[in-house]
């Protein structure tokens, strides 16, 4: 049991508590599926990229997917600098897996 539930006794408020972590857990569950689901998709686009002699990083698209993703952010009521953030760093692996795969084959 945590510090939270010891302090918080039987009330309503560790019902709440355990209620609201209970979701999200449910919603990192769902964000770690998501994200494996997107790196399945970008492995693909790694090995397309590969075949045809791109380069691994696309940064015009890039850009664009950052404007598009603090859009969002900002229409979600979340920080665009923290979602700009988390897409830079799920781009920067893409970009390491896309370098592997053209390593690999012999690009």
Known sequence: MSEAEN???QS?????????RSSID???????????????CTQKVGVLK???ELP???PAREKI????LR????????????AE???NFIVREVIRHHEAIAAKAGN
Do not use: T, Y
């Not at 859009?71 to 923290?82: G, N, R, V, W, Y």
């Open 7 to 9: 302090r918080l006794g």
């Open 12 to 20: 309503d408020a560790l019902q709440e508590l355990k209620a609201l």
């Open 26 to 40: 449910n919603i990192d569950a769902a964000l770690v599926h998501m994200l494996a689901e997107r790196f399945k």
């Open 50 to 52: 590969a075949l045809n």
């Open 56 to 58: 691994p990083a696309d």
């Open 65 to 68: 997917q950052i404007e598009r």
């Open 71 to 82: 859009q969002l952010a900002s229409d979600a009521h979340l920080d665009p600098d923290f």
């Open 85 to 87: 953030k988390f897409l």
